[in-house]
């Protein structure tokens, strides 16, 4: 039986004639050599504990073997899977998560952006917070939901367009309802991204994080904001303040405080 290291080796090994600049499938090959170093180190590594390694395992050569013969392992893909992407020549890395139930490519399906906290990482939406909860909602409701490293996006909203556009290239994507949410540091993002891209976006949601407020007049995307009645890091009159800016401005806001939080 192949250890992990042997198969990450191989993947890596085979896979060094591909991913030169210009190639269409320079991010698939990029996430491929990703998922096969994982493979190489699968104990020492950030993303271990949220990697299904026999999965891994399995997955890595039949990616290889597509990326190979010219087409897309990625293309159409269902579940959870671990993916990077190349911004300057450096890894970002983000999870996609696509409905195990039903067709897989037959059905234009709403995407989810999702960004997480400070501190955090791209595992944060779909293994962390609410143990997951985000992933059970895009299985029962059909959804995908894609959750990158928020850093690599920060003031860069033009890589987010250029992420959304890569997932909608492999799955069939209603880009009419294209959604993004964040918390915290996410969630200040998710609210920016409101404002930077309101073509892209059909709506937004802020969690615990103020929304800010435009300098000038901007068209946005609806913006749903959620503050904690109790949070001592984002006050609820810091929330409340801006929201009420941000509807003097004419921007669709709408605003939730959770009792108790």
């Known amino acids: 039986v192949e250890n992990p290291i042997d198969i990450g080796r191989s993947a890596n090994d085979r896979l060094q004639a591909l991913g030169k600049p210009g190639d269409r499938l ?8 990703a998922r096969a170093k994982v493979l ?55 999870r996609v998560y696509a409905p195990t139930d039903g067709p897989s490519g037959e059905v234009e399906r709403p995407l989810v952006l999702a960004f997480h906290g400070a501190g955090g990482d791209e595992h944060m939406f779909l293994h962390a917070y609410g143990a997951g909860l985000l992933a059970k909602l895009a299985e029962k409701h059909g959804f995908l939901v894609v959750t990158p ?44 991204l409101s404002r930077e891209l309101p073509d892209l ?13 435009p300098s000038s007049p901007v068209k946005a995307a609806p913006l749903l904001v959620v503050v904690g009645e109790n949070d001592p890091i984002v006050p609820r009159s810091t929330v409340e303040r801006q929201v009420q800016q941000s509807r003097e401005a004419k921007l669709t806001v709408d605003s939730v405080v959770v009792a108790g939080q």
């Open 26 to 33: 320079l991010d698939a090959v990029a996430s491929c050599r």
């Open 149 to 192: 490293r928020t850093t690599d996006y920060i003031g860069k909203p033009e890589e987010v367009r250029k992420l959304v556009e890569l997932v909608c290239n492999e799955h069939k994507v209603d880009r009419t309802r294209v959604y993004v949410l964040g918390h915290s540091m996410g969630g200040a993002l998710a609210a920016r």
């Open 40 to 94: 190489q180190s699968p104990f020492g590594t950030e993303h271990e504990l949220c990697t299904d390694l026999l999965r891994l395992m399995a997955e890595v050569p039949g990616e290889v073997a597509g990326l190979l013969a010219g087409n897309n392992p990625y293309q159409r893909k269902k579940g959870d899977t671990w993916r990077v992407r190349l911004i300057a020549g450096k890894e970002a890395p983000y």
């Open 201 to 213: 976006f059909s709506a937004a949601c802020c969690i615990s994080s103020a929304p800010g407020v």
